[in-house]
């Protein structure tokens, strides 16, 4: 625990006021967004900065030609630091019981400069692994010159004070009965779609993937003839110049893309929908060769019902007939119901595509029916599907097949 003194001390709601050491730590850890206050010429200054803490220090990072930088050198800076997770809106009957709820951490005491080389190039360091563990070994180090134009202050934590509101609405008795909604609007901050740099070919990296669900993680998956690894904008160029085939494009319910830009937009939507759940995105890459040859998806995984859709499946045309298709889905359904506990694994096909149904009855599957009009094509007319299951009591079976056709399939070139 850490000791009240006069300035940590709450003057109203102590009810909301705790000095515990890890909740402190826990807040400064996981948020983002931090305050600087000190005074300048007998002036109030705040300003927004990025923080880490090591141990028992707040390290702040800011330039060496900033006033509260500059201020520090000799005998410290007397600072306040604020650093607030907000986790909700609450709307009550009355506008006086409209708040919110949140965590945060106060902090007050003298912030020397860091001068020393490796402790500068230390938190630096820790820094870059807040925004993503292991992006210090995937990013360049700083320069001499770049550490000479960055200054860290550091602020041991003594003083200091976490204070929080949870729960629901705290209206009056008086007004219960009033005629007006009252409740709590959870927020969360919420990683969006990583957006490449111009020029940026290196994929996304593995912690700027927002994961929920194993369900949903595309995990690399590693045959003899093909691997699948999570598709990427990067490997919009890769794609256009594989699928680049009417052959290829004849039943896709999208136009064919006209260049390598049509792709990345393609690719970006297939993100967005892993994003909010709705598929997992492969590209699938010849294991020989190296080169991207197509892209494959789970589609609607639902885990409460053990089931997933396998679709979104391209292969550009010189690797028909090889070993690809067949061990990428020997992959997936391996991923499904040996990894993930499906139940049931489904396909869906134009009624037109006969190519594509006996690909499908090929793997061991059962044709169920057909679903009439839930498909839109390009031109905008709606595509009857044919409809294919497999249960996890026939996978075994399916298995030894696939296997045995991998034994004498075609490899890629």
């Known amino acids: 625990m850490y000791a009240p003194t006069p300035r940590t001390t709450a003057s109203r709601s102590r009810d909301r006021m705790s000095y515990d050491r890890d909740a402190a730590h826990a807040v400064l850890d996981e948020a983002y967004d931090c305050a600087l206050a000190f005074n300048v010429d007998g002036e109030p200054r705040v300003l927004p900065t990025l923080h880490v803490r090591i141990g028992e220090t707040l390290y702040l990072h800011g330039s060496t030609g900033s006033r509260p930088l500059l201020a520090a050198r000799g005998d410290g800076l007397p600072v306040c630091v604020a650093v607030t997770l907000l986790d909700a809106l609450v709307y009550g009957r009355s506008q006086f019981h409209h708040s919110a709820n949140y965590r945060s951490v106060v902090a007050h005491g003298t912030a020397r400069l860091v001068t020393g080389t490796d402790e500068k190039a230390r938190v630096l360091t820790a820094l870059v ?37 949870t729960g629901g609405v705290r209206d009056d008795a008086a007004d219960l009965d009033l005629p007006y909604w009252a409740g709590v609007l959870p927020l969360r901050l919420t990683a969006g779609l990583p957006e490449p740099a111009a020029g940026v070919t290196a994929p996304v990296p593995a912690y700027l993937r927002t994961v929920a669900s194993p369900w949903l993680e595309p995990v690399v998956l590693r045959g003899e003839h093909v691997v699948l690894e999570p598709l990427d904008p990067a490997h919009a160029e890769e794609l256009f110049a594989a699928l680049d085939d009417p052959e290829v494009w004849r039943h896709v319910g999208s136009p064919r893309p006209g260049g ?41 995984p639902d885990e409460d019902l053990r089931t997933v859709e396998i679709g979104y499946t391209q292969l550009g045309r010189p690797w028909w007939r090889t070993g690809i298709n067949t061990e990428a889905k020997l992959l997936l359904l391996g991923r499904a119901f040996d990894e993930l506990g499906a139940v049931r694994v489904t396909w869906q096909t134009s009624t037109l595509n006969e190519r594509s149904q006996r690909a ?45 056709r991998l034994l004498s399939a075609v490899p890629a070139a």
């Open 129 to 165: 692994e807040k925004v993503g563990r292991g992006r210090s070994a995937e990013s360049r180090p700083p320069t001499r010159r770049e550490l000479a134009e960055t200054a860290v202050l550091a602020l041991p934590l003594r003083e200091v004070s976490v204070r929080s509101r």
């Open 360 to 404: 499908i009855e090929r793997l061991g599957a059962t044709r169920e029916g057909t679903v009439r009009s839930n498909r839109r094509r390009a031109d905008g007319t709606w595509r009857e599907s044919a409809l294919y299951s497999m249960l996890a009591s026939e996978w075994p079976n399916a298995q030894v097949s696939l296997r045995e």
């Open 260 to 300: 390598a830009a049509d792709v990345a937009a393609q690719v970006r939507s297939a993100l967005d929908a892993h994003r909010r759940g709705l598929r997992v995105p492969w590209v699938q890459r010849c294991a020989v060769t190296g080169a991207v040859v197509g892209t494959t998806s789970y589609y609607q």
